[in-house]
């Protein structure tokens, strides 16, 4: 049986940043765990296992965040296809956050601007 086992106080510094993008909202994801949206796509979850947060990215910046803070930073069999990061809910430091938050965000605006 998967563990669920989060406390979203471990979102709320995330969460803060986040939902300062234009068209960021607060929202509930798998197992109503606390999640940020642009528009209708997720930027950034609280994993249920209550470890890490899965965010947004591409590949090319998540390439670079692995090499450069292993510490905060990883990849699960799960997300390896995905252009998503995992984020230890512990250690990282605000500016790292609000780097990859950014990466996110263009992400999912430049996705939608292509489509229009």
Known sequence: MKEINFN????ESLRQIAL???DASDSLSHYDTPS?????NLLARLHENGE???????????DYFLE???????ITPHYSDYPYICMYVRGYN?????EVLE??????TTKKDKKT
């Not at 979203?8 to 979102?11: E, G």
């Not at 940020?36 to 209708?40: A, H, L, N, P, T």
């Not at 990466?103 to 999912?108: E, H, Q, S, V, W």
């Open 8 to 11: 979203p106080a471990d979102f």
């Open 20 to 22: 300062q993008f234009p």
């Open 36 to 40: 940020v949206k642009i528009k209708k």
């Open 52 to 62: 890490f947060i899965a965010i947004r990215t591409d590949f090319e910046s998540r």
């Open 68 to 74: 450069h803070y292993p510490e905060v930073f990883f």
């Open 94 to 98: 605000l500016e790292v956050l609000k």
């Open 103 to 108: 990466t996110g965000y263009k992400a999912i």
